[in-house]
């Protein structure tokens, strides 16, 4: 096991993790920027440092760095969290030649999936079902007509190289798709460097279906469910549940033994999540992260597994530490992404925390590195917290989310906890009959 692990993240998903390095006796090492000097992550880390000023490429996206941290800390591990480097293949490479563990794949299968195109393939090599779409990247107008034309419109245009949303355009006609091209490779030229895109079937009414794996880079591999993150906001998710409501033991069974089947095939290590459209019936791969999700919290609350925990352990080198049989999904979980935002027109709110009471009682769960007093930067993610409730049934889950978000008060800035409140009460996400379109039009957006 690892004598001391940095922290290559920040927020609430930095506290998690440091949580989880003291259940297993593992000293920490928080880094910051000079912006967050005062976080939580910081007050409670074994050791921290400072790696730069405020801006995100001068210090948590900052290499040479995280990797003097280490060296100056005698740090024999680093766990990425989620987004920053998370997901940077050469970043895993260079803490291999400097003789520390990434906590995550192998850098060869970050490089694999990072690509869209190249992932997509690799998900149809291994038997995974994936969207109708252009066979690699797109060149021309010309070719871009070609293949939407066969598939028939609308159809989505996304970035090879993207994430989150951007570098994702829908052309709903021949006229729309010169523009949605030239947009997409602008977006994704800016976000990522990188201008090549593809063209997918945009599907009129899918849920967004993932399912969480994990391997021990030894063939052994399990799937522990799936999480519903159907509801989104400009391919942004906000709201996740698990089990989705749109699926049966039997569907689940099979899509889960589909993945973790691919899993083990490539020997996958560590986390991952495989994420699908699903429409129909019928589910199609989209892309696969090869990292903790924001929502890993409602598998760990339905399956009663430490993800964090097990990401530990197998990169230090143990086997899985459970089989498939025995993983068991039992009640239900939502979980809410508590923003530093306007509820109403998502403009980020930072500042002061005046006043900071979170939720409890049973089933109830917050995860947040914030406190009363402590000044949210306005340089990262607008992420807070995350409120997570858990009960025997859908409907239970339901009641509970809705006495929690009662309870949450957080003053001095303004939150999207309003927007959930709202949310619990639509007659559609009491149903469970909402798809990845729902959430834009029930905010009126175009």
């Known amino acids: 096991m690892f004598d001391k692990i940095l922290i290559a993240n920040r927020g609430e998903i930095a506290l998690r993790i440091q949580r989880a390095c003291r259940e297993l006796g593992i000293a920490t090492v928080a880094v910051h920027s000079t912006a967050d000097a005062d976080a939580m992550h910081v007050r409670l880390a074994d050791e921290s440092v400072c790696i730069g000023p405020p801006a995100a ?24 969290g989620y987004g920053f480097l998370s997901e940077n293949a050469r970043f895993a490479e260079i803490l291999e030649e400097h003789k ?13 999936m990072g690509d869209k195109i190249e992932a997509k393939e690799t998900a149809k090599r291994l038997g995974i079902p994936v969207v109708p779409g252009s066979a690699g990247a797109i060149t021309s107008e010309t070719e871009a007509m070609k293949v939407a034309k066969e598939m028939g419109f609308p159809v989505l245009i996304k970035a090879a190289a993207g994430g989150g949303g951007r570098g994702m355009k829908v052309a709903t006609s021949a006229a729309d798709l010169g523009v949605a091209l030239s947009t997409a490779r602008s977006e994704a030229k800016a976000a990522f460097n990188d201008d090549a895109v593809y063209i997918e079937k945009y599907l009129l009414k899918p849920r967004h279906i993932e399912i969480q794996v994990f391997g021990d880079g030894k063939g052994n591999a399990v799937h522990l469910g799936e999480r519903d993150c159907s509801l989104q906001r400009r391919h942004q998710k906000v709201l996740e549940e698990s089990p989705s409501p ?14 973790a089947e691919a899993m083990r095939k490539i020997s996958y290590r560590g986390a991952g999540t495989v994420e699908f459209l699903y429409e129909d019936g019928e589910f199609y791969f989209i892309e696969m992260n090869t990292r903790l999700q924001v929502e890993h919290p409602v598998t760990e609350m339905v399956t009663g597994i430490d993800l964090v925990l097990e990401q530990i352990r ?8 459970f089989t498939q049989d025995e993983i068991e999904i039992k009640g239900h979980a939502i979980e809410c992404r508590i ?18 009471h979170p939720p409890g009682g049973l089933g109830v769960r917050v995860d947040s590195g914030v406190y009363q007093g402590y000044r949210i930067p306005p340089f990262y993610d607008s992420l807070i917290g995350k409120l997570i409730v858990t009960g025997k049934t859908r409907n239970d889950c339901l009641m509970r989310l809705r006495r929690a978000l009662s309870e949450f008060v957080i003053d001095g800035i303004e939150t999207t906890i309003p927007l959930f409140q709202d949310l619990v009460k639509q007659p559609d996400i ?17």
């Open 57 to 80: 490429r001068d210090s948590y996206l900052n290499i040479p760095a995280l990797v003097t941290a280490c060296e100056i800390t005698g740090a024999d591990a680093v766990h990425p």
């Open 314 to 321: 197998i990169a230090a080198g143990s086997p899985l530490s």
């Open 430 to 446: 009491v149903d469970g009959v909402y798809d990845i379109h729902w959430l834009e039009k029930h905010l009126g957006m175009k």
């Open 246 to 259: 749109a699926l049966n033991a039997a569907q689940r069974a099979k899509i889960g033994e589909t993945v």
């Open 100 to 112: 520390i563990t990434f906590i995550g794949p192998t850098s060869e299968h970050i490089r694999i």
């Open 339 to 356: 923003c530093a935002e306007n509820p109403k027109t998502f403009q980020p709110s930072p500042g002061q925390i005046t006043y900071w």
